[in-house]
């Protein structure tokens, strides 16, 4: 019963100066509403950079063609390196047992044409492999296969940014699309994939959305390209075990190096690596924003502090009568501390109600993904209630000790 007294006790001496109860709980307002409002940043940062790479292939190892100056391409192709080609890929196939496959890949920035509708696109020419290696699915028909590449038959499957795009209320499988100045099929309509980032430790993430899918031999046959340009942009080394990609990253770079003759006109990536990078410059953004935090809600801790203090000296007369009546030093101490507590715990609910908005402001403005999370609402009120028991302890200490004559002899 003497508890509920004194949070009885202790709520009513809070609402007796509102005005100041508040401005003190504004240091604790703002610091965990920093901490949710981070908390939510990091979360959805991480979430999707795992999302993206996902995308791009957990497994996968991107050997990409370099982009080279003139002169450097021109030393370099004198260095007999004829750049990433499909006799790369297939020796990668045939030394290294852990590959699974390895897909060569060209990508051309391109106008495609439909009636009287055209859009820029990516044109990815590929193998078969290709969709299986960044886990491509058909919404609508089905991919090239073996005997189109063989063939050199001019089919394409489009991505579903293009399929809004230039068929908004019609089914594109069958029709005929312009690339450039040939006919292409469509035989088929991507998956939609959601991307929402451009870049990822400095690798360019393509929008799949915008992609035609053609046979390489197609492109081979029907859009040379310049001289000194690379055949391939890049090879898609799937990697059947992920505890093997390092190991097999060290070996492809010895491979490749060798078949280019020591010219450095390559690039291994490795997605793996790529979130280890993304995870690590977000710990340095979460560190920075937890110190940012970390200052308000100690200049909260000692607003709470200050005005407990106050209220100690205040109400000195009254902790007198309380103890000349029978409270005990505990019970004293108690009720300043609920005060304490309360006054942050009140903070902290505002607190996480304010890093809940921030968050939803910061995704409607700045466009970055946010994800409030019952971890970073647990943590916002554990650190709220620590702050008021910390910094509510020295003051419930000091009127729990004061002695009962000369407390009521204060005036």
Not at 64 to 91: C, I, K, P, W, Y
Not at 92 to 120: C, W, Y
Not at 144 to 173: H, Q, Y
Request: charged residues 20%; proline residues 3%; contains cysteine.
């Amino acid at each position: 019963m003497r508890i509920f007294e004194n949070i009885d006790i202790g709520i009513k001496g809070l609402l007796a100066h509102k005005l100041r109860a508040f401005l003190t709980m504004l240091g604790i307002i703002f610091g965990v509403g920093a901490v949710v409002a981070m908390l939510s940043i990091g979360e959805g940062a991480r979430r999707e950079a795992l999302k993206q790479i996902e995308l791009m292939g957990m497994n996968n190892i991107i050997i990409q063609d370099a982009e080279l100056e003139d002169e450097e391409l021109v030393e370099v192709r004198a260095g007999f390196s004829l750049g990433l080609t499909v006799e790369d890929a297939s020796a990668i196939e045939n030394i290294i047992p852990q590959v699974a496959s390895a897909v060569p890949l060209r990508n051309d920035e391109t106008e495609i044409q439909f009636g009287s509708l055209t859009m820029k696109v990516n044109l990815i020419s590929s193998t078969p492999d290709y969709p299986a290696s960044h886990n491509l699915l058909i919404k609508r028909g089905c991919f090239p296969g073996w005997d189109d590449l063989a063939s050199n038959r001019r089919v394409c499957v489009i991505g579903n940014g293009v399929k809004r795009e230039l068929f908004p209320f019609t089914d594109p499988v069958g029709e005929d699309l312009k690339i450039e100045d040939q006919w292409f099929t469509i035989i088929g309509v991507m998956a939609s994939k959601d991307v929402s980032v451009k870049k990822i430790g400095g690798y360019q993430v393509r929008n799949f959305n915008d992609d035609v899918l053609i046979p390489l031999s197609c492109s081979e046959s029907y859009f040379q390209r310049q001289l000194l340009q690379s055949p391939l942009d890049q090879i898609i080394v799937k990697v059947a075990a992920p505890t093997d990609i390092r190991a097999v990253g060290n070996v492809l770079s010895r491979i490749i190096s060798r078949r280019h003759h020591g010219q450095n006109d390559f690039k291994v990536i490795i997605p793996e690596e790529l979130l280890r990078q993304s995870q690590a410059t977000q710990r340095i953004f979460n560190i920075v924003m937890g110190a940012i935090a970390g200052i308000s809600l100690l200049v909260g801790g000692i607003g709470i502090m200050n005005i407990m203090l106050s209220s100690v000296l205040e109400r000195t007369r009254e902790i007198g009568i309380r103890r000349a009546v029978g409270a005990r030093r505990t019970e004293i101490m108690g009720q300043f501390l609920i005060e304490a507590v309360v006054l942050s715990f009140s903070g902290g609910i505002i607190g996480v109600i304010l890093g809940v908005a921030l968050a939803q402001v910061i995704t409607f403005y700045a466009g970055w993904v946010t994800i409030v999370s019952y971890i970073s609402v647990i943590t916002a009120f554990g650190v709220a209630s620590a702050v008021g028991l910390i910094f509510g302890l020295y003051p419930a200490r000091r009127a729990a000790n004061l002695h009962p004559i000369e407390a009521l002899r204060y005036e």
